[in-house]
C-alpha cells in the first residue's frame, strides 16, 4: 500500500516545481530562448524565400529580350533597362546572403547555449 505524502513542498502534478530557483530560472530561460531560435528560423526561412524569387528574376530577365518594366507598391508599373534590374537583384541577394550568415551565426550560438542550459538543466532534474 503506497504511503501518502504529507509533504506541502511535494507537487505531484509539477515536478519542476521541487527544482531549485535557479534551474526553475535556467528553464524559462531556455523556453525563451527556444522562441527566439524559433523566430531566427522564421526569418531565414523568409530570406531563403526572398533569395529564390531573386534568383527566379534573374533568371527571366536575363532570357528576356527587349523592354522591361517593373512593379513599384502595388499600383505603378515603370519601365526600366533589363541591366537596372539585374544590378537591383544582384544588390538584394548579396544582402540577403550577409543577412544569412548573421543568421546562421546566432543559430550556431543559441543551439550551443541551449544545449549547454539544457544540460545544466537535466543533471538538476536527474539529481
Do not use: W, Y
Request: charged residues 35%; negative net charge.
Amino acid at each position: 500500500m503506497a504511503e501518502e505524502c504529507n509533504d506541502p513542498t511535494h507537487n505531484h502534478a509539477n515536478p519542476l516545481a521541487n527544482l531549485d530557483e535557479e534551474t526553475q530560472q535556467k528553464i524559462q530561460e531556455l523556453q525563451m530562448m527556444e522562441q527566439t531560435f524559433q523566430q531566427l528560423l522564421m526569418q531565414k526561412n523568409a530570406f531563403s524565400m526572398e533569395s529564390n524569387e531573386a534568383d527566379l528574376i534573374i533568371k527571366e530577365v536575363e532570357k528576356t529580350e527587349g523592354e522591361v518594366s517593373r512593379i513599384i507598391g502595388n499600383q505603378v508599373l515603370i519601365k526600366t533597362t533589363k541591366e537596372a534590374i539585374l544590378e537591383d537583384m544582384e544588390k538584394k541577394k548579396k544582402l540577403i546572403e550577409i543577412r544569412m550568415k548573421t543568421i546562421d551565426g546566432q543559430e550556431k550560438e543559441f543551439s550551443e547555449k541551449m544545449e549547454s542550459i539544457r544540460e545544466e538543466v537535466m543533471k538538476k532534474i536527474q539529481g
